[in-house]
């Protein structure tokens, strides 16, 4: 991977290199065995596109984010309540709401009848409509780690520093919002049925639904202050 102007240049052995200017990108998720130069890495960061990198499973390793962005509104709000005595548990009783919420979305549309909401009963179930449908562990992998491709590129937008752990270790932001706006997703695709043969196909799928999952961030984080606010 390369920076060529205001572009990233990709080369490929025997094929020819292929452009994407930077300004029609809102993140990168660098396959397995992408070579990156140092150009590259501060072309993307320098305008605030972030970068997650996956394995060959399809998990995220990791991602880099722009760190001299001004404080947002979000941010500030949400640092101040956090430091509250009470604020970890009140977080908790957020995280724990909002995942049942999009549990019993989920469990309505697959099953009425199921009557253990536990999450690992409704994980199950979700698994096993998941390989009955053909999907596989590699793309569920995959979809995940697009998730999380979202969440950061939100967090990016909004000036929101990646890690609310920064502020306190009991504060997984990232991981938390990734997996809200995952079962948020998981409604489409069990409403649209989707089918893809590549990896290509599976991240175009997910593509129509990126606004859709930023403003149910964006939701969630204010729900998430309004409720602490109230408290």
Known sequence: MHADGPALRIDVFDRASTRFPLRTLSRVISAPGVEWKDLAIRACLSVGIPILFRDEQGNCLGYMLHTQRERHDL????????????????YQDWKDAALRRAHLKFVHLIDHHLQDLRPATVIKAFENIWIQCGGTENELATLRTLVTGIAVSWIADHSIPEEVEGIDARYPFLIDISELLFWHLMVFWRFERPKWANPQQLASWLWKHDENLKNQAYELVWLLICAMEGW
């Open 75 to 90: 941010y500030e709000r949400l640092s101040i309540l956090v430091t509250r005595t009470d604020g970890s548990q009140h």
